[in-house]
């Protein structure tokens, strides 16, 4: 069962953003603050048994809807500018240091799209973070030849034109459960804009020319069976950026959602590794 309580976020141009908190499950022996950013169609309310379980490990949790999803406003996979989402974690944390004693690290855990944005904002502002995780970042998001045409031309002519995502729940995990609750969720939706679409397509490239000078501290998880984003992307990435300040590891039979699949025992072992190392 859930821990996390909702509050609402007001951004600087007057939406609501909605706002999870799950707090340390001992507070008095917090060892920091995780934002989790979560990926294209979803919420962050999708991410409780990681957000818990980083709650045993001492952490306080805190993840907010994007724009345009969950429980936030916004029309559904919209945006009002093609980097909305960075300028919204932004704010968010800003909003999270004011409230976080200075001596606890603040840690951006991104999963997919939400590992792009986090990737985005962490290269922008690299001391305004303790550490980043990546999660099957959408560094490289599989794009067919009518897709590369429209992201062509519809960014530019028709930006807020809204279509499907095309996004199969059946590649998101191997386990059934998991792809029959997506479903279910009725906060999940299918929606894109051609802006949204363009910043996803334009943005792993960016971050990627950005990695050889990388310098947060950053754990890159990805699944080596991902279809729903090309794993070359995290691949490249962990191949250009410097050793001692990236660690990567690549799930091979994994699909996207690593932290939902069978396996995911070993992931939640590195991510806790990496966590103990740092922290």
């Known amino acids: 069962m859930s821990r996390s309580t909702l509050s609402t976020f007001t951004a600087s141009d007057g939406d609501n953003i909605a706002v999870h908190d799950w707090p340390a499950a001992d507070e008095r022996r917090q060892r920091g603050v995780v934002i ?3 990926g294209l169609g979803e919420h962050a309310g999708r991410h409780d048994g990681l957000a818990q379980r980083l709650n045993d490990w001492g952490f306080a949790v805190r993840g907010h809807d994007h724009y345009g999803h969950g429980e936030s406003g916004g029309p559904r996979g919209g945006v009002t500018v093609a980097r909305r989402l960075v300028h919204d974690l932004a704010e968010i944390v800003d909003s999270t240091r004011r409230r976080t ?3 606890l690290p603040l840690v951006l855990l991104g999963h997919s799209m939400g590992g792009l944005v986090a990737a985005s904002y962490a290269a922008e502002h690299p001391r305004a973070v303790d550490g980043l995780v990546l999660s099957s970042p959408a560094l490289a998001p599989r794009l067919g030849p009518l897709q590369r045409l429209l992201l062509s031309t519809l960014p530019r002519l ?17 386990d ?5 609750d997506y479903r279910a969720d009725p906060l999940v939706h299918d929606r894109i804009s051609a802006r949204l679409a363009g910043f ?4 792993g490239q960016r ?3 950005k990695a050889a000078g990388w310098s947060v501290p950053t754990l890159l998880l990805y699944a080596g069976s991902d279809r729903l984003v090309d794993p070359a992307g995290s691949h490249a990435f962990a191949e250009a950026a410097p050793d001692a300040v990236v660690r990567s590891c690549c799930f091979e039979p994994l699909y996207h959602e690593i932290f939902n699949e069978p396996e995911s025992s070993k992931v939640y072992e590195a ?4 966590l103990d190392d740092r922290y």
């Open 36 to 38: 989790l950013v979560h």
């Open 101 to 103: 004693p200075r001596e």
């Open 158 to 174: 028709a930006p807020d034109l809204r279509v499907g995502s095309g996004l199969d729940p059946r590649w998101l995990s191997r």
């Open 176 to 180: 059934p459960q998991v792809q029959r």
């Open 200 to 203: 996803i397509a334009d943005e």
């Open 207 to 209: 971050v990627l020319a």
């Open 271 to 274: 991510l806790q590794r990496w």
